[in-house]
T-cell receptor, first 116, second 115 residues
Framework: GAGVSQSPRYKVAKRGQDVALRCDPI?????LFWYQQALGQGPEFLTY????????KSGLPSDRFFAERPEGSVSTLKIQRTQQEDSAVYLC??????????????FGQGTRLTVV | KQEVTQIPAALSVPEGENLVLNCSFT??????LQWFRQDPGKGLTSLLL?????REQTSGRLNASLDKSSGRSTLYIAASQPGDSATYLC????FGAGTASKLTFGTGTRLQVTL
């Protein structure tokens, strides 16, 4: 597609429910990032993939958070046993890597997760 | 650890005014800096990307400057319009491949341009 696509746009989950958020990056973009944005804050890094390899997951807040990108394109962020503090907008971004040059990051519209 | 600060947190200006948004960062070993715009309930739209070797970038009414040694960037918006109302975020990317390539964001400046 022309841009980064995320689905669903909105998700309401009951506390304790598992959720899966999908990101479809720009075709050919090697790098894929997940960020979490709380209300009124800047996005915070969660995890990073280069192709199918998850190179950095240092930002995942707990072991309830899991991300995968099995074929190096679409990625899924899964949150198990959701808690109210997980309520946030989850943003996905992709960028093209040329050697060690990172081009600008392009973001999707985000998934707004509300845990009730 | 890289920290990014944006001042002011909020700004209201009348239409037509020129304005400057500020971004400062603590670690000058950056690869590039990117300015984004975020409309309420929406994702981030990239405005300008400045590589560490560059001093400024321009796009239409927007001009971004970078002073890496002092850890500062400014976004200049000329002849502001109500459609410019949004939150503006700056983000820095560190040097290095792989894990160091993540963006570190400021908390943003919420801009309102009034008629």
């Amino acid at each position: 597609g022309a841009g980064v696509s995320q689905s669903p746009r909105y998700k309401v989950a009951k506390r304790g429910q598992d959720v899966a958020l999908r990101c479809d990056p720009i075709s050919g973009h090697v790098s894929l990032f997940w960020y979490q944005q709380a209300l009124g804050q800047g996005p915070e890094f969660l995890t990073y993939f280069q192709n199918e390899a998850q190179l950095d997951k240092s930002g995942l807040p707990s072991d309830r958070f899991f991300a995968e990108r099995p074929e190096g394109s679409v990625s899924t962020l899964k949150i198990q046993r959701t808690q109210q503090e997980d309520s946030a907008v989850y943003l996905c971004a992709s960028s093209l890597v040329l050697g060690t040059d990172y081009t600008e990051a392009f973001f999707g519209q985000g998934t707004r997760l509300t845990v009730v | 650890k890289q920290e990014v600060t944006q001042i002011p947190a909020a700004l209201s200006v009348p239409e037509g005014e020129n304005l400057v948004l500020n971004c400062s960062f603590t670690d000058s070993a950056i690869y590039n800096l990117q300015w984004f715009r975020q409309d309420p309930g929406k994702g981030l739209t990239s405005l300008l990307l400045i590589q560490s070797s560059q001093r400024e970038q321009t796009s239409g009414r927007l001009n971004a400057s970078l002073d890496k040694s002092s850890g500062r960037s400014t976004l200049y918006i000329a002849a502001s319009q109500p459609g410019d109302s949004a939150t503006y975020l700056c983000a820095v990317r560190r040097f290095g491949a792989g894990t160091a390539s993540k963006l570190t964001f400021g908390t943003g400046t919420r801009l309102q341009v009034t008629l």
